[in-house]
C-alpha cells in the first residue's frame, strides 16, 4: 500500500489512541473525588437517569480498548491480504485504502462519544445531547461516504475480464448488505421503542405514553407512527428485488447493476434515517442531499450502461 496512505492513516490511529489514553487518565484523575455511587447513564434531555457504582466509569474506556485492539489487527491486515475482489489498475489498492480510512472514521466516532460520556461522568454533570448528535450526524455522514466511495471503486475499476462473474457476486453483496443492514434497522426500533420517549421526565409523564419526540415536526406524535419509514424501506427493497430477480432472468445486466446500487443505497438510507428518528434527532438537508446525489449517479451510470448494451445486440 501507499506509504503516504499508510502515513496519514498511522497519524489517524495515533491521534484516536491519544483520545483514548486521555479519556482513561482523565477519569482516573478525578476518580478519588467522585462519591462511591455516580450517575452513569443519560436520558434523553442529557441528565443522569442511572446512578451506579463509580467502577462502571471504566465501561467505555474498556469498550473503547477493545474497539482499538480489534482495529489494530484489523489495520494490520488490510494492507497486506487483497480484499478477493477483481480490479484492474490501483482498484485493489484504492479500495483498501477507502476501507482503512471509514474505519479510522468509526473508530474516532465511538471514541469521541466515549470522550463526551467520560467527561460529564467525571464532573457528574449533564451530557451536551444537542452537541453530541451533531458530531454524530457529522461522522455518520462520513462513514456513509466511505462506503459508497467503496462501492464506486468497484463499479469504475472492477476487472472486465469476468463480468458475468463479477456481476453475480456484486449482486449477491449487494443483497447480503442491504437485508443485513435492514435487519440491524428493524433490531435498533424495536430496542429503542420501549423507552421512548427519550426524555426521561416525559418518559414518566402518563401524558406523553406511548409517544416519541420527531424532531423535524418540533412535536410529540404517537411512537408507532416510527414504523410507518421501516416499512417502506421493507417494501422499496422488495420492489427492487422482484425487479432485479427478472432482470437477471432476462440477462439484463444494465439492470441488474442499477438494482444492486438501488438495493445497497436504499438498505442504508432507511438504516440512517430509521437511526436518527430512534435518537428524537432532524434528518438533515444534507443527509438527504447526500443520498440524493448517490441516487442520481446510479441512474446516470445505469442510463449509459444501458446504451452501450443496446448497441452491443
Same mark, same amino acid.
Given at each position: 500500500m501507499n506509504k503516504k496512505v499508510l502515513l496519514i492513516h498511522r497519524i489517524f490511529f495515533a491521534i484516536n489512541l491519544l483520545i483514548w489514553a486521555?479519556?482513561? @487518565?482523565?477519569? @482516573?484523575?478525578k476518580l478519588g473525588s467522585l462519591p462511591d !455511587?455516580?450517575?452513569?447513564?443519560?436520558?434523553?434531555? #442529557?441528565?443522569?437517569?442511572?446512578?451506579?457504582?463509580?467502577?462502571?466509569?471504566?465501561?467505555?474506556h474498556i469498550i473503547g480498548g477493545i474497539i482499538t485492539l480489534g482495529l489494530a489487527v484489523a489495520f494490520h491486515i488490510i494492507p497486506k491480504?487483497? %480484499? #478477493?475482489?477483481?480490479?484492474?489498475? *490501483?482498484? !485493489?489498492?484504492?479500495?483498501?485504502?477507502?476501507?482503512? &480510512?471509514?474505519?479510522?472514521?468509526?473508530?474516532?466516532?465511538?471514541?469521541?462519544? &466515549?470522550a463526551f460520556w467520560t467527561r460529564s461522568v467525571s464532573l457528574q454533570v449533564g451530557l451536551p445531547i444537542h452537541t453530541v448528535g451533531n458530531v454524530l450526524s457529522v461522522f455518520l455522514l462520513l462513514i456513509a461516504a466511505g462506503i459508497a466511495a467503496q462501492v464506486v471503486t468497484y463499479i469504475v475499476l472492477r476487472e472486465k475480464k469476468k463480468e458475468a462473474k463479477d456481476t453475480?457476486?456484486?449482486? *449477491?453483496?449487494?443483497?447480503?448488505?442491504?437485508?443485513l443492514v435492514t435487519f440491524g434497522s428493524v433490531w435498533m426500533l424495536l430496542e429503542v421503542y420501549p423507552r421512548l420517549p427519550g426524555d426521561e421526565k416525559l418518559y414518566f409523564d402518563p401524558d406523553y405514553y406511548g409517544l416519541a419526540y420527531y424532531a423535524n415536526l418540533d412535536r410529540y406524535l404517537d411512537r408507532r407512527y416510527l414504523f410507518i419509514p421501516l416499512v417502506a424501506g421493507v417494501v422499496l427493497l422488495?420492489?427492487? !428485488?422482484?425487479?432485479s430477480v427478472r432482470a437477471v432472468k432476462a440477462e439484463k445486466r444494465s439492470l441488474v447493476r442499477y438494482t444492486d446500487d438501488l438495493r445497497v443505497f436504499? #438498505?442504508?438510507? &432507511?438504516? &440512517? %434515517?430509521n437511526m436518527t428518528l430512534c435518537l428524537e434527532s432532524k434528518i438533515k438537508p444534507g443527509f438527504?442531499?447526500?443520498f440524493a446525489v448517490l441516487y442520481t449517479i446510479a441512474t446516470i451510470l445505469f442510463l449509459v450502461r444501458r446504451k452501450k448494451e443496446k448497441t452491443n445486440i
Open positions: 486521555g479519556c482513561l @487518565i482523565y477519569y @482516573i484523575s !455511587e455516580i450517575g452513569i447513564h443519560f436520558g434523553g434531555n #442529557g441528565d443522569f437517569d442511572v446512578v451506579a457504582s463509580k467502577a462502571y466509569g471504566f465501561y467505555p491480504k487483497s %480484499s #478477493g475482489l477483481k480490479m484492474r489498475g *490501483r482498484g !485493489e489498492e484504492i479500495f483498501r485504502a477507502e476501507v482503512m &480510512f471509514t474505519l479510522d472514521v468509526l473508530h474516532m466516532m465511538c471514541l469521541l462519544l &466515549f453475480m457476486l456484486t449482486h *449477491r453483496l449487494s443483497r447480503l448488505i442491504a437485508w422488495i420492489i427492487i !428485488e422482484i425487479i436504499t #438498505g442504508l438510507f &432507511f438504516f &440512517f %434515517s438527504l442531499g447526500f
